[in-house]
C-alpha cells in the first residue's frame, strides 16, 4: 500500500546508505566481538542455573525464586546446556543484531535524521550492554522497534487487521518476557487517542487480548514473585531515579546526569515538530510507558532503565531530532550539539562492551581449592549460581540444599569420604558468623569483594 511507504522523504542517497551501512556494520560486531570473554554476572549466572533446569520446572522454580516471567529462560534452555559463556549469551546478541537491522530499514527514508537514528542506535551503550548479557532485555528492546515500526504504518493509514493482531502478539511476547511489557501495552493502547473508529477498536483490543492472556497464563505467578519484595534495592520513583532511568538508557556514567534527560526532552519536542506522526509514535510508546512506570514507582521498586528496555530505541529517535532541527537553525551549533551527544554515548561503550561484575573469577578460585570430601558452603543461599557456574556437583539439577541453620546452600563434593571440612564463599559485605566453628584455613581475600575461608563442620 502507498501508505505504508510513505514516510517523509526519498530513500537515502549513495553517501547516506554508506554512513548508516558502517554504523550497522559497527554496530553488529560491537554485539559480537568477544561475546564469551568476560566472566557471568549474578544475573547471568542465574539465568544460565534455571535455564538448565528441566524445561517442565523452569516456570516453578522461577515462581519461587525470580520476580522474572520465564520466556527468556525458557529460549535459553536450548544453549544452557553448552555452558559456554559465549552460547548462554548469543541469543542476546541476535535480538539486539537483529533491532538493528530493523532500525536500519525502519529509517531508511528519512535523510541524515536517519542515519543519525542508526548511528546513535548501533553504539547506544544501552543496546550494547544487554545486548551482550544473558538476560531478557535484548528480546524485549527487538519487539519494541518491531512494535514502534507497526505503530507508524498504523498511524500512516495501514489499517489492516492483521497489523492489530501482529500487535497483540508481540505485546503477549513482551509480557511473558518482562514485566515491562506491561508498561509498553499501556503505551500501545493509548495511540489511537480518541478515534472511535472500528480499526481505533481493533487497535486497542490487542493489548487488551494480550494482557489478558498473560493473565490467564502468569499473573498468578507474577502476584507470588511479587509478594516476596525481592527487588527492595531497586528505586522507587523520585526525581533523581526517574532522572537516573533516562541517564541509564543512554551512558553508563554518573556525570551525564540530568543533562541526558533535558536532550532527551527537548529531543522529543523537536521529534513531534519535525516528524508529527514519529512523534506521536514517541509519546505513546515511550512517554506513556514511563509515565505509568513513574506512577508505579510511587509504591512499587520499578525505576529501572531496563524497565523500559522496549523503548529504549525512543532516545536516538529524539537525539538525532533535536541535531536536525538545530542544523536547520545554527548549522555551526547543530554540528557542536551532535559532537557533544556522540561524546556522551561513545565514552560509555568501551565499558559496556567490555562490562564483567568480576564476581565468576574469585568465585571459581573458590570451588578450585575444595577437594573431594570436602563440602562448599556459599553465603548467603541466593549467590549459589555463581558457585554452581564453576564445575560443582550435581549441575543442571535442582539448586543445592540448604545447610541446617545457615543461610547458605551447600554441596558435598563426590569422590572421597567426607572430610568434616567446608569452605564458605561469600562476599565481604555479608559475613556469616563461624564462631560456631572450628576455623582449618584462615580466612583469604579473593578479589576486593569476596573471601574463602574453611571451617570444620562434620558435613552438612
Known amino acids: 500500500m502507498a501508505v505504508v511507504a510513505e514516510v517523509g522523504q526519498e530513500r537515502w542517497s549513495t553517501s547516506q546508505r554508506g554512513v548508516a551501512l558502517v554504523a550497522v556494520g559497527v554496530g553488529l560486531v560491537a554485539?559480537?566481538?568477544?561475546?564469551?570473554?568476560?566472566?557471568?554476572?549474578?544475573?547471568?549466572?542465574?539465568?544460565?542455573?534455571?535455564?538448565?533446569?528441566?524445561?517442565?520446572?523452569?516456570?516453578?522454580?522461577?515462581?519461587?525464586?525470580?520476580?522474572?516471567?520465564?520466556?527468556?529462560?525458557?529460549?535459553?534452555?536450548?544453549?544452557?546446556?553448552?555452558?559456554?559463556?559465549?552460547?548462554?549469551?548469543?541469543?542476546?546478541?541476535?535480538?539486539?543484531?537483529?533491532?538493528?537491522?530493523?532500525?536500519?530499514?525502519?529509517?531508511?527514508?528519512?535523510?541524515?535524521?536517519?542515519?543519525?537514528?542508526?548511528?546513535?542506535?548501533?553504539?547506544?551503550?544501552?543496546?550494547?550492554?544487554?545486548?551482550?548479557?544473558?538476560?531478557?532485555?535484548?528480546?524485549?528492546?527487538?519487539?519494541?522497534?518491531?512494535?514502534?515500526?507497526?505503530?507508524?504504518?498504523?498511524?500512516?493509514?495501514?489499517?489492516?487487521?492483521?497489523?492489530?493482531?501482529?500487535?497483540?502478539?508481540?505485546?503477549?511476547?513482551?509480557?511473558?518476557?518482562?514485566?515491562?511489557?506491561?508498561?509498553?501495552?499501556?503505551?500501545?493502547?493509548?495511540?489511537?487517542?480518541?478515534?472511535?473508529?472500528?480499526?481505533?477498536?481493533?487497535?486497542?483490543?490487542?493489548?487488551?487480548?494480550?494482557?489478558?492472556?498473560?493473565?490467564?497464563?502468569?499473573?498468578?505467578?507474577?502476584?507470588?514473585?511479587?509478594?516476596?519484595?525481592?527487588?527492595?534495592?531497586?528505586?522507587?520513583?523520585?526525581?533523581?531515579?526517574?532522572?537516573?532511568?533516562?541517564?541509564?538508557?543512554?551512558?553508563?556514567?554518573?556525570?551525564?546526569?540530568?543533562?541526558?534527560?533535558?536532550?532527551?526532552?527537548?529531543?522529543?519536542?523537536?521529534?513531534?515538530?519535525?516528524?508529527?506522526?514519529?512523534?506521536?509514535?514517541?509519546?505513546?510508546?515511550?512517554?506513556?510507558?514511563?509515565?505509568?512506570?513513574?506512577?508505579a514507582g510511587l509504591h512499587y521498586h520499578v525505576v529501572l532503565p531496563r524497565t523500559l528496555a522496549a523503548s529504549a530505541w525512543a532516545i536516538p529517535v529524539a537525539w538525532a531530532a533535536l541535531v536536525e532541527w538545530t542544523v536547520r537553525r545554527w548549522v555551526p551549533i547543530g554540528v557542536v550539539l551532535a559532537g557533544i551527544l556522540a561524546v556522551i554515548v561513545l565514552r560509555s561503550v568501551p565499558t559496556a562492551i567490555r562490562f564483567d561484575e568480576g564476581y565468576e573469577r574469585p568465585v571459581a578460585t573458590a570451588v578450585a581449592q575444595v577437594q573431594p570430601g570436602d563440602g562448599l558452603l556459599v553465603h548467603p543461599y541466593w549467590l549459589w549460581p555463581l558457585a554452581w557456574w564453576n564445575d560443582t556437583p550435581g549441575r543442571g539439577d535442582a539448586p543445592p540444599p540448604a545447610m541446617e541453620g545457615v543461610d547458605g546452600r551447600y554441596w558435598l563434593w563426590p569422590g572421597a569420604q567426607p572430610t568434616g571440612r567446608t569452605w564458605v564463599v561469600e562476599p565481604k559485605v555479608y559475613r556469616l558468623d563461624t564462631s560456631r566453628w572450628q576455623m582449618c584455613s584462615e580466612w583469604q581475600e579473593l578479589s576486593d569483594e569476596w573471601e574463602l575461608g574453611c571451617v570444620v563442620t562434620g558435613g552438612s
Open 31 to 295: 554485539r559480537w566481538w568477544s561475546l564469551g570473554g568476560s566472566g557471568v554476572s549474578f544475573d547471568e549466572a542465574f539465568t544460565a542455573a534455571y535455564s538448565s533446569l528441566p524445561i517442565g520446572d523452569i516456570p516453578g522454580a522461577l515462581r519461587a525464586n525470580d520476580s522474572h516471567p520465564p520466556l527468556d529462560y525458557l529460549l535459553r534452555h536450548l544453549v544452557a546446556g553448552a555452558h559456554s559463556e559465549f552460547w548462554l549469551r548469543a541469543p542476546s546478541a541476535v535480538f539486539s543484531g537483529a533491532a538493528l537491522v530493523v532500525v536500519a530499514l525502519w529509517m531508511r527514508r528519512r535523510g541524515w535524521f536517519g542515519v543519525g537514528v542508526v548511528a546513535l542506535f548501533a553504539v547506544s551503550p544501552f543496546q550494547l550492554l544487554y545486548g551482550r548479557q544473558a538476560r531478557m532485555y535484548a528480546l524485549l528492546t527487538l519487539i519494541g522497534v518491531l512494535l514502534a515500526v507497526l505503530t507508524e504504518r498504523w498511524l500512516a493509514g495501514d489499517r489492516r487487521a492483521r497489523i492489530a493482531v501482529a500487535v497483540g502478539a508481540l505485546l503477549l511476547v513482551a509480557c511473558l518476557d518482562h514485566a515491562g511489557g506491561l508498561l509498553l501495552a499501556a503505551g500501545v493502547f493509548t495511540v489511537p487517542g480518541l478515534s472511535r473508529e472500528r480499526s481505533a477498536w481493533w487497535w486497542r483490543a490487542a493489548p487488551v487480548a494480550a494482557v489478558a492472556v498473560w493473565v490467564g497464563l502468569w499473573s498468578s505467578s507474577f502476584l507470588d514473585q511479587a509478594s516476596r519484595n525481592t527487588g527492595l534495592w531497586i528505586p522507587r520513583s523520585t526525581p533523581d531515579s526517574l532522572d537516573g532511568a533516562v541517564n541509564g538508557m543512554v551512558s553508563l556514567l554518573e556525570g551525564t546526569r540530568w543533562t541526558v534527560t533535558l536532550l532527551t526532552v527537548g529531543g522529543g519536542v523537536a521529534l513531534y515538530v519535525a516528524h508529527r506522526r514519529l512523534g506521536r509514535v514517541w509519546l505513546s510508546l515511550f512517554a506513556v510507558p514511563f509515565a505509568v512506570m513513574a506512577l
